[in-house]
């Protein structure tokens, strides 16, 4: 692990990456990415060559959690080539990822378990805990394209 200053000393290496997320399906689900859900811009900014944590969280509406007390979903993640999931943890059941390559990109697929008592809130809403979210663990490249430098994420529900 480098220490604070060798990280200092790399400050160049610091990336940008803008989230997003898009909705595949009539139920209204939302992605809250922390800390980019807290920033104006909707940023994440990483460090080069370093493995890294990206949080978070589900919102769903009252539709949505009146139709099952389980719920089934694809989470689909559009990362910048080279950046790749190494590692997740936290509150929902999530298979093994599936990577494929699309347009110089790696999307990776996770089927996800999310009961109800796991979604924070309706979308938009302020996420109810602080706690009850999952973290990806990301390895990210030496440097990111300019124009590669976002992430989405696309949910599909299987209602």
């Known amino acids: 692990m480098k220490s604070i200053p060798q990280l200092l000393r790399n400050v160049f290496l610091v990336s940008v990456l803008t989230v997003s997320c898009i909705h595949a399906f009539a139920y209204e689900w939302k992605v809250a990415v922390i800390p980019a859900e807290l920033n104006a811009d909707r940023t994440i900014k990483v460090v080069g060559g370093q493995v890294q944590e990206m949080e978070f969280a589900l919102q769903a509406d009252k539709d949505v959690t009146e139709k099952s007390a389980i719920h089934n979903v694809v989470l689909e993640w559009d990362l910048p080539s080279?950046?790749?999931v190494v590692g997740n943890g936290g509150v929902y059941?999530?298979?093994?990822?599936?990577?494929k390559t699309v347009d110089g990109?790696?999307?990776?697929?996770?089927?996800?378990e999310?009961?109800?008592k796991q979604i924070l809130g309706a979308p938009g809403g302020r996420l109810r805990s602080e706690w009850q979210n999952q973290s990806l663990f990301v390895s990210v490249p030496k440097s990111v394209p300019v124009g590669q430098n976002y992430v989405s994420v696309k949910l599909t529900d299987g209602l």
């Open 82 to 84: 080279g950046l790749s």
């Open 93 to 99: 059941k999530m298979s093994d990822a599936t990577t």
């Open 114 to 116: 999310v009961a109800n």
């Open 105 to 112: 990109r790696s999307l990776v697929s996770f089927a996800t």
